[in-house]
């Protein structure tokens, strides 16, 4: 009989640790869990990353927890982190977790789960259709949508209403990214019957929660709530294959068409084509949705986030909006150039995701034995990267805790190390330079047309951060007053 060949030895995460004694996980420092369950019930509380968090302080930059008999790395060192999102996809991958229960769900293949050579050929696919070039085409249709808010806004403003932000944010970012995406007149914001926004919001949820169950329930006793998620996937699946039937069918009657696409899945599409013949439906559909969950609240959450933390520092706020109407000289015309030359509000946006990152936290899973730091990491070792811990620590940020814009304007290159949004590495967000636009031209609107009157929540306690995938805030509502700044419509 023929030995096991031995594990494929993979480079260490840090070249300067292969003269260094080496550390197993079981040798770290682990909290104190329940006896067979270790750390499980951590697990199933949506402010996770809180409790990771606060053992980071507790334990230091690398530490164990246990899920069962499972022990996973927790690295919370930004330069020990940057290696290991660098490493991928050849060192590191998503957790098999997460593609068996995508797959279980019944959500389609895409950018954010392939893995090896997939990943490869949709990153090229994804990435052209992204293309800064294509992202411009679409400005005005941007523009409109931002009116819509407005419009809105305006109702709430005159009838002293106030306003969900989170929710109306969300209406904000699927309008964006249906319309950009697909070509098609998506508006939940004077209108909730749209089939997408009616099954979206259930699907990142239940993936994060079946994500961290100890036990897969719903396998075997679906409830309800299973039973209508399995219906919401249905629905959104049906409803991308037809957006990509009728993207094939204009493509194939309008040449003109393939030469300045319309929309992002017209230059998906024509990117796959041009790619790789292997590329199929299946595949673009699962990036099309994979755009639709990723962008929708990711953003949304990141404004809103800044939105409170801009009222509660009214100098910044005073000082982005004066930003915004030197440069901004017709609110409801602006333009590209107007949009790159908002320097401080753009360093708003990078101090809120440094602060208020929507991905706190970044699990990955080893695929060869490798040294992580001093650690030796076996394959298949399930990995949690702290993403914030570094980026407000006082040690390499003056008042890390509060929110100061003007540290990023001729920024040293310290800040973009110690705080990654988007991620690090070939698998960075592909989809970023949208994300930062839509940022700039909701809060150049608010801030042209409104004056904020009450931000926070009705307990008027600071927000509380829930993770769900993502993390958002809880509870914020905002108030507005109608701003004297005269505009007329585009």
């Given at each position: 009989m023929t030995p096991a060949p031995a594990?494929?030895?993979?480079?260490?995460?840090?070249?300067h640790a292969i003269d260094q004694p080496r550390r197993r996980i079981a040798e770290l420092p682990c909290p104190k869990g329940l006896p067979l369950l270790g750390n499980v019930l951590a697990f199933r509380s949506p402010q996770l990353h809180l409790q990771l968090e606060t053992w980071h302080r507790q334990f230091g930059a690398f530490y164990q927890v246990q899920l069962g008999k499972h022990r996973i790395l927790v690295v919370g060192d930004h330069r020990v982190i940057a290696n290991v999102l660098k490493d991928r996809p050849e060192g590191f991958s998503r957790t098999a977790r997460l593609r068996e229960?995508?797959?279980?769900?019944?959500?389609?293949?895409?950018?954010?789960?392939?893995?090896?050579?997939?990943?490869?050929?949709?990153?090229?696919?994804?990435?052209?259709?992204?293309?800064?070039?294509?992202?411009?085409?679409?400005?005005?249709?941007?523009?409109?949508?931002?009116?819509?808010?407005?419009?809105?806004?305006?109702?709430?403003?005159?009838?002293?209403?106030?306003?969900?932000?989170?929710?109306?944010l969300m209406r904000f970012t699927v309008d964006t990214i249906a319309g950009l995406a697909f070509g098609a007149e998506v508006n939940t914001i004077e209108s909730d019957q749209d089939v997408i926004q009616q099954h979206l919001d259930k699907i990142f949820p239940a993936l994060f929660e079946r994500l961290v169950a100890p036990l897969p329930i719903w396998r075997f006793w679906p409830s309800r709530r299973d039973r209508e998620l399995k219906r919401s996937v249905l629905a959104v699946n049906q409803e991308v294959d037809r957006l990509?039937?009728?993207?094939?069918?204009?493509?194939?009657?309008?040449?003109?068409?393939?030469?300045?696409?319309?929309?992002?899945?017209?230059?998906?599409?024509?990117?796959?084509?041009?790619?790789?013949?292997?590329?199929?439906?299946?595949?673009?559909?699962?990036?099309?949705?994979?755009?639709?969950?990723?962008?929708?609240?990711?953003?949304?959450?990141?404004?809103?986030?800044?939105?409170?933390?801009?009222?509660?520092?009214?100098?910044?706020?005073?000082?982005?909006?004066?930003?915004?109407?030197?440069?901004?000289?017709?609110?409801?015309?602006?333009?590209?150039?107007?949009?790159?030359?908002?320097?401080?509000?753009?360093?708003?946006?990078?101090?809120?995701?440094?602060?208020?990152?929507?991905?706190?936290?970044?699990?990955?899973?080893?695929?060869?034995?490798?040294?992580?730091?001093?650690?030796?990491?076996?394959?298949?070792?399930?990995?949690?990267?702290?993403?914030?811990?570094?980026?407000?620590?006082?040690?390499?940020?003056?008042?890390?805790?509060?929110?100061?814009?003007?540290?990023?304007?001729?920024?040293?290159?310290?800040?973009?190390?110690?705080?990654?949004?988007?991620?690090?590495?070939?698998?960075?967000?592909?989809?970023?330079?949208?994300?930062?636009?839509?940022?700039?031209?909701?809060?150049?609107?608010?801030?042209?047309?409104?004056?904020?009157?009450?931000?926070?929540?009705a307990q008027k306690h600071e927000p509380q951060e829930r993770l769900s995938f993502t993390m958002a805030p809880v509870g914020l509502r905002m108030q507005l007053g109608q701003a004297h700044t005269p505009y007329t419509e585009p």
């Open positions: 594990p494929a030895q993979h480079k260490p995460v840090d070249a229960i995508s797959v279980e769900m019944g959500l389609k293949p895409g950018l954010f789960g392939a893995e090896g050579s997939d990943w490869a050929l949709q990153r090229r696919m994804v990435m052209a259709s992204f293309d800064p070039t294509h992202v411009r085409q679409y400005f005005p249709a941007l523009v409109k949508v931002a009116q819509r808010l407005k419009r809105r806004w305006a109702a709430a403003a005159i009838e002293h209403r106030t306003i969900d932000l989170q929710a109306d990509i039937t009728a993207a094939r069918s204009r493509l194939g009657c309008d040449p003109a068409v393939q030469t300045q696409p319309n929309n992002l899945l017209e230059a998906m599409i024509l990117a796959a084509d041009r790619v790789d013949a292997s590329l199929n439906d299946q595949q673009i559909a699962g990036n099309v949705l994979t755009m639709l969950l990723a962008g929708e609240d990711t953003t949304a959450n990141t404004i809103a986030w800044m939105i409170y933390l801009l009222w509660q520092n009214p100098l910044q706020l005073s000082r982005a909006r004066e930003e915004v109407k030197s440069i901004v000289t017709r609110p409801d015309a602006p333009t590209l150039d107007q949009m790159a030359q908002l320097t401080f509000v753009e360093a708003c946006i990078q101090e809120t995701m440094r602060l208020k990152p929507v991905a706190p936290q970044l699990p990955v899973q080893a695929l060869r034995d490798t040294v992580i730091g001093d650690i030796e990491v076996p394959a298949g070792t399930v990995v949690i990267t702290l993403l914030r811990t570094d980026a407000v620590d006082e040690r390499w940020v003056p008042q890390a805790t509060e929110f100061k814009p003007e540290r990023w304007l001729n920024s040293s290159p310290l800040n973009k190390k110690l705080s990654m949004p988007f991620g690090a590495g070939p698998r960075i967000c592909p989809g970023r330079y949208l994300a930062m636009l839509e940022m700039k031209i909701a809060l150049a609107m608010l801030l042209a047309h409104f004056e904020l009157t009450e931000v926070g929540t």
